[in-house]
């Protein structure tokens, strides 16, 4: 399947809110079991990631309004899309990565943006640390 036969709204979504595998393969757990509240470590035991690697994708998730957070220490996180468009557009894309795999992982890897920022990031300008001579 190419990237055209991908939906409208699949492709809206990815743009908008997936940036990479790591992050919609957590996105997709929690979507499969809404009763249940992950925490970071959770996540990284079911997912074969890095704790570090599963708080980040769960922050950005719930910063972007797909996750609910609860609790201190440890924080936990459940599945809860503010808008029923995000409601639908993730079933939607659910059924997709389970039907095509191959293109929504190809979908996300090509896209321009991902491309653009990764070649305007080689190019960030950082301040030196130390004041003397080169």
Known sequence: MTEA?????V???LMTHIDSIEKLEVLLLL???TEREW?????ALELRITEA????RLEDLAGS???VRSGD???????????????????????????????IITFIFSRPQARVQGFA???????KTNEGPD
């Open 53 to 56: 690697s599963a708080a980040l």
């Open 121 to 127: 990031d080689a190019f960030l300008l950082r301040k």
């Open 73 to 103: 220490s440890p924080v936990a996180y459940r599945y809860s899309p503010a808008s029923s468009d995000d409601v639908r557009s993730i079933a939607e894309l659910a059924t997709a990565y389970s039907e095509r795999r191959v293109s």
């Open 65 to 67: 309004r797909l996750l």
């Open 31 to 33: 979507r499969n079991v």
């Open 39 to 43: 925490t970071a470590s959770a996540v």
């Open 11 to 13: 492709q809206r979504f």
């Open 5 to 9: 036969a991908l939906t409208q709204r």
